[in-house]
């Protein structure tokens, strides 16, 4: 059973950074592309960058410039490096991860906190 889980969130003041990580257990295969999410409370959950396994990646506009996504050589683990956080990020993140073989995944989310 393919399992994501994520790590790397937690408390930060306005402007400092943080790096989560999300990796793959129980499956040997790479994913075609894995994402991250975001839900804020009360809001609905938003895409906020996702990368291919050709390396290309998009990103909403609100982290644009500040936030950087990158997938390890097996496409099985993806990062989010995270600048000039800003308390409007405050959100649970999650990873997302589609794969051919296996199909659509969820990690079970990490709480980013930006406040001073």
């Known amino acids: 059973q393919v399992q994501l889980v994520e790590s790397g969130g937690g408390l930060v003041q306005p402007g400092g950074s943080l790096r989560l990580s999300c990796a793959a257990s129980g499956t040997t295969f790479s994913f075609g592309a894995m994402s991250w999410y975001r839900q804020a409370p009360g809001k609905q959950r938003e895409l906020v960058a996702s990368?291919?396994?050709?390396?290309?990646?998009n990103y909403v506009d609100s982290v644009k410039g500040r936030f950087t996504i990158s997938m390890n050589n097996a496409k099985n683990a993806v990062f989010l490096q995270m600048n000039s956080l800003r308390p409007e990020d405050t959100a649970v993140y999650y990873c997302?991860?589609?794969?051919?073989?296996?199909?659509?995944?969820w990690g079970q989310g990490t709480q980013v906190t930006v406040s001073s």
């Open positions: 990368v291919g396994s050709s390396g290309s990646t």
């Open positions: 997302n991860a589609i794969s051919l073989r296996t199909g659509e995944h």
